[in-house]
């Protein structure tokens, strides 16, 4: 694992970018998958610069998203694919077509998980994953369990998950309670990985993952086993770690 500590969050987004371009460069038809949330959106808005600047183009890459709220309709504000549109869509040439979703109003959402781990095969497998790291460890919404789930698959979300996401909504009730995400394996086959993370708030459990025991209580920890992983963490999240040095 490759850990990268940047001075702050807007480094980090450049030098995460940087990374990502490259990539696309290399293979304009890169599959990613794509995280939301807070982490990411430096990333994505670094991306979309390069794209005015004709330095990269997404128009041939495919992404997959990374989980999705239970309930809410792609075109409903807090969704995931909503954020995707907005932050990576709209300011970029990635092209909307080329864009996998979960649905996270299929009644019938097994098939709709077993077809999203088929869509991904088909697409050959995910080159490069953006990852995020949540405050209970989670990656997706893989939360702490006793086992790692392998396939995606629908999750109840922890309590502090929904008080963590409760601030991108008008009220804690709003936040659903049930989510789908890619599993550990799907995450885990991914041939590159990028986990971003940022701010004194996930100090603590990121010295977990970085240092800890590899165990689901802490899924994150799994990343240590995978081959090609790049951290990149601003220095107040990598504050637990280089202050116990
Ligand atoms: C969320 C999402 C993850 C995200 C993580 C961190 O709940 N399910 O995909 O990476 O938690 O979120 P943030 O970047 O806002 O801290």
Redesign the pocket.
């Known amino acids: 694992m490759k850990v990268i500590t940047c001075k702050d969050y807007e480094t980090m987004s450049q030098k995460a970018a940087d990374d990502v371009a490259q990539d696309l460069r290399e293979k304009p038809g890169l599959v990613l998958g794509l ?6 959106l430096g990333i994505y808005r670094c991306l979309a610069d390069l794209v005015r600047q004709e330095s990269i183009s997404c128009s041939r890459a495919t992404g997959f998203q ?2 999705e709220y239970c309930g809410l309709t792609p075109d409903h504000p807090q969704s995931f694919h909503h954020y995707l549109k907005e932050h990576l869509l709209n300011v970029t040439d990635f092209r909307e077509e080329h864009l996998h979703g979960l649905n996270g109003t299929a009644t019938d959402w097994k098939s709709a998980c077993i077809s999203y781990e088929e869509q991904i095969s088909a697409a050959g497998g995910i080159d490069l994953l953006i ?4 405050q209970t460890g ?1 990656i ?2 893989n939360e702490p369990d006793n086992v790692f789930p392998v396939h995606t698959h629908r999750v109840k979300l922890e309590k502090e ?1 929904i008080r ?2 409760a601030r991108f909504f008008d009220s804690p009730e709003q936040v659903p309670r049930a ?1 789908l995400t890619m599993g550990i394996g799907t995450i885990m086959g991914a041939r590159k990985i990028i986990l971003l993370v940022n701010g004194r708030g996930k100090a603590g459990i990121l010295k977990d993952v970085l240092t800890g025991s590899v165990k689901p209580q802490i899924p994150a920890s799994i990343l240590r086993f995978h081959q090609n992983v790049t951290v990149y963490a601003d220095e107040e999240a990598m504050s637990a770690v280089t202050e116990e040095k």
């Open positions: 995280a939301t949330g807070s982490s990411p990374l989980d990852l995020g790291l949540g989670h997706g919404f998950t963590s996401n989510a």
